[in-house]
């Protein structure tokens, strides 16, 4: 094998690029991607690099990728996938064939319904460019209104506030945080927002998004209009399957992978953001997660499956936020949930651990300021993977340690 092409310069692109390297891959390895900066982390976009104008965290810098051998193309597209010849058409007109290609397209963010063009006073967060627009409008005197609230808009609520923002933010049901997180953990992140000032307006049906020179007006079925100097929509994100449906692959919400990354296609992998994979840890159910760390894994997975290796993915998913000084993590998935005990800890602190019918312990989620609850949720990420039965009531027992129930 002489030449792996890796379509999508993001987190996972990135680190599967380099894996290559450390696995001993020796042929040529290309990596591409549409934006026109090295691959960079995108978690800090919605946290630090809007409170203090960063310049994007890069994954490696320029001088590490020419060590490496990795050739990087930024700026530039995809344009189409040739399976049977092998080859990929970036949007130059050029042709790059491969002998083992990997898809890591990513996502991006949901279009509000209806809106098209480019609008100047409503905005998405995923890019660093992204960022750095929104961030004009975060400083005193302007107010911002965020649609949605999942954990993007509510980190942007949260970085807005901490530069002097008003913020109102929109949520059509009934509270926020509805996807995979418990309620009870939800509340405390809704209570600290309206105690920094934000103003939540969950349950609102949103009839139209405008804009004009002056302002951006959010107009709600109820007749209200909000009106602000900026809109964030963040509804969540679709994953980038075009390329890969054009060829021909098989897509389920996502690029339809086996345990091992692999498409449709055996000499095409995906992982990221934009693949639906097997999760064994739960019976094989298929997922697809956008996740940072996840990211992460597959990248270096899909480098170990790439040069022909056999390994599973074994992931326990696994999500962090950050808001003010809160941090939010979630391992595992609830769904099944029969039993859900929880632990009280220092400082407001807790975690509510998520248990089937048959006493397994599916998932955990916990919140508090600082890192309150990261090594106890470690520990049940532990836990999951190993199948673990635990104890209700030793969970919940904030003196029992976490480790001796993992050891038992
Ligand atoms: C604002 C923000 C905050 C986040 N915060 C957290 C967090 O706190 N915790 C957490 O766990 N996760 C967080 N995430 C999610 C995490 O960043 C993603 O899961 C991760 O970036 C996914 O990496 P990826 O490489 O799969 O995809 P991406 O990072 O989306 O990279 C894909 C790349 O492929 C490129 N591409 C797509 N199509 C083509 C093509 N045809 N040709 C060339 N290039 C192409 C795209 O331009 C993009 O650069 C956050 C995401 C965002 C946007």
Redesign the pocket.
């Known amino acids: 094998m002489d030449q792996i092409v890796i ?7 990135a680190r599967a690029a380099f894996a290559l390297r450390e696995k001993g891959f020796k042929g040529k390895v290309t990596l ?4 026109s900066v090295l691959p960079y ?3 800090p ?2 946290k630090d690099a809007l409170l203090h104008g960063h310049e994007p965290k890069l994954v490696s810098d320029a001088a590490r990728y020419t060590e490496a051998g990795i050739d990087v193309i930024t700026g ?3 344009e189409s996938v040739d399976a049977a010849a092998r080859s990929v058409r970036l949007s130059d007109g050029y042709n790059v064939p491969y002998d083992r290609l990997l898809l ?4 991006r963010p949901r279009p509000f319904p209806g809106l098209r063009g480019s609008n100047w006073r409503i905005k998405t ?2 890019t660093h460019r992204d960022a750095v627009l929104i961030r004009e409008s975060l400083q005193p005197g302007k107010h911002i209104a965020v649609i949605g609230g999942g ?2 808009g509510l ?1 942007l609520a949260a970085t807005a506030r901490k530069r002097g923002a008003s913020v109102t933010l929109v949520e059509g049901l009934p509270r926020i945080l509805t996807r995979g997180v418990p309620e009870a953990v939800a509340e405390v992140v809704a209570e600290r927002h309206k105690a920094e000032g934000v103003n939540i307006i969950c349950g609102a049906r949103i009839k139209a998004l405008e804009e004009t020179r002056a302002e951006a007006r959010v107009v709600l079925e109820d007749g209200r209009t909000i009106r602000v100097d900026m809109i964030v929509v963040g509804i969540g994100a679709m994953p ?1 399957t075009e ?1 890969a449906s054009e060829a021909g692959l098989k897509i389920e919400n996502g690029i339809a992978v086996d345990e091992h990354l692999r498409t449709s296609d055996p000499h095409i992998f995906a ?4 693949c639906s994979f097997p999760l064994a840890h739960y019976g094989g159910r298929r997922v697809r997660l ?6 992460q894994d597959q990248g270096l997975l899909a480098a170990t499956n790439l040069l022909g290796g056999k390994e599973a993915i074994a992931t326990v998913p696994w ?4 808001q003010y000084d809160l941090t939010l993590q979630i391992a595992g998935i609830a769904d099944g949930t029969v039993i859900t005990v929880r632990r009280n800890m220092a400082d407001g602190a807790f975690i509510l651990f998520h248990l089937d019918v048959t006493g397994r312990l599916l998932a955990a989620s916990g919140i508090g300021p600082g890192n309150a609850i990261a090594r106890d949720i470690r520990l049940a990420e532990m836990m999951i993977a190993n199948g673990a039965r635990p104890d209700p009531l030793a969970l919940a027992a904030p003196e029992t340690k976490l480790k001796s129930l993992l050891a038992a």
Do not use: K, Y
């Not at 992982?271 to 934009?274: E, Y």
């Open positions: 379509v999508g310069a993001g987190e996972c692109g591409i991607g549409a934006e982390e995108r978690p976009l919605s530039m597209s995809v890591a397209t990513g996502a967060l995923r954990f993007i980190e980038n390329l992982a990221g953001d934009c956008e996740a940072w760390r996840n990211a999500f962090w936020s950050d």
